[in-house]
Nanobody
Framework: QVRLVESGGGLVQAGDSLRLTCTAS????????MGWFRQAPGKDREFVTA????????YYIDSVKGRFSISRDNTKNTVLLQMDNLQPEDTAVYYC???????????????????WGQGTPVTVSS
């Protein structure tokens, strides 16, 4: 099982960019599909994006397509989330998730994940 630590959040203005980093400890990082979720105040945690472990295919929810980009570096056990043109509706705590050899369907299901990091808060002011 991997331990996940998120960083990089902050307070920005609409239109700004942020890059979030998730660092994983544990073995065989390259066998994990990695993803990001977010939880806005008063709302359920939602899937945002994932990168599949064996194909590097990436998936995004419609509201972030063209603005967010996920990538991974298996040599550093890290997954990055580049967020451009941030909007107030992107305000949330962002969480990294790992699914061992997971497909997209399993990965995007919040109930699939038991091992969450502490999250990193992103606040976008208008």
């Amino acid at each position: 099982q991997v331990r996940l630590v998120e960083s990089g959040g902050g307070l920005v203005q609409a239109g700004d960019s942020l890059r979030l980093t998730c660092t994983a400890s544990g073995r065989a990082f390259n066998t994990y599909t990695m993803g990001w979720f977010r939880q806005a105040p008063g709302k359920d945690r939602e899937f945002v994006t994932a990168i599949i472990w064996n194909t590097d295919e990436t998936y995004y929810i419609d509201s972030v397509k063209g603005r967010f980009s996920i990538s991974r570096d298996n040599t550093k056990n890290t997954v990055l989330l580049q967020m451009d043109n941030l909007q107030p509706e992107d305000t949330a705590v962002y969480y990294c998730a790992a699914g061992w050899q997971s497909n997209l369907g399993t990965m995007r299901n919040t109930m699939s994940h038991k091992n969450w990091g502490q999250g990193t808060p992103v606040t976008v002011s208008s």
